[in-house]
């Protein structure tokens, strides 16, 4: 079946400028996950959707982030006033719940440039 | 807080011989493990997991864990090692406190020649 989905796959702005990053999880699954792969900082969690409840924001690095997800499927992960320490590659991942055994199934990720 | 330390930055292997990716935890609960592989430009794909039960976890592509509790480590390991096995490896932890993230090591660059 069709694994996570992310667009676009790079993405290139302006210092400054807002960007929108989509995630489309596996069909089915109910917790999305949002995490940043950078040089400087490895692997991060940046926030988490279960169901209907209240996200888990406590990995959002500053109120420049934000993230929803609609009906409970796709989600954005938007970042305003974009700055050059922003760079990094944004992965998405979903699992059918959110329990500790579940894995976690990652998308292609999504390569964002500041200029 | 649960941390992840891969000692490695870097493994080198000769293809067919046996390869071992260092994994080593600190968790205050028990740990669910996991190893995940990443190819150039490619997402994270998932290899193998030590939810409870036997030591030896068997997963993808011929790769196998070992948990063990006492000395709070989770080696990756390939008993013949495939050119196509060069990629970054991460090991990752969750624990069983209500934390819903993965926690990641920094990786480890495995690189097999031929």
């Known amino acids: 079946g069709a694994g996570v989905s992310q667009s676009p796959s790079n993405k290139v702005t302006e210092k400054g400028k807002d960007v929108e990053l989509r995630c489309d999880p596996i069909s089915g699954h109910t917790a999305l996950y949002w995490y940043r792969q950078s040089l400087g900082q490895g692997l991060e969690f940046l926030i988490y959707f279960q169901g209907n409840s209240a996200p888990d924001k406590s990995g959002l690095p500053s109120d420049r982030f934000s993230a929803e997800r609609t009906g409970g499927s796709v989600s954005t992960l938007t970042i305003q006033r974009t700055q050059q320490e922003d760079s990094a590659v944004y992965l998405c991942?979903?699992?059918?719940?959110?329990?500790?055994?579940?894995?976690?199934?990652f998308g292609p990720g999504t390569r964002l440039l500041v200029l | 807080a649960q941390s992840v330390a891969q000692p490695e930055d870097q493994v080198n292997v000769a293809e067919g011989n046996p390869l071992t990716v260092k994994c080593t935890y600190s968790v205050s609960g028990n740990p669910y493990l996991f190893w995940y592989v990443q190819y150039p430009n490619r997402g994270l794909q998932f290899l193998l997991k030590y939810i409870t039960g036997d030591n030896l976890v068997k997963g993808s592509y011929g790769f196998e864990a070992e948990f063990n509790k006492s000395q709070t480590s989770f080696h990756l390991k390939k008993p013949s090692a495939l050119v196509s096995d060069s990629a970054l490896y991460f090991c990752?932890?969750?624990?069983?406190?209500?934390?819903?993230?993965?926690?990641f090591g920094t990786g480890t660059r495995l690189l097999v020649s031929p």
């Open positions: 991942a979903s699992s059918p719940w959110a329990g500790l055994e579940e894995t976690q199934y």
């Open positions: 990752a932890v969750r624990v069983s406190t209500g934390f819903q993230k993965l926690v």
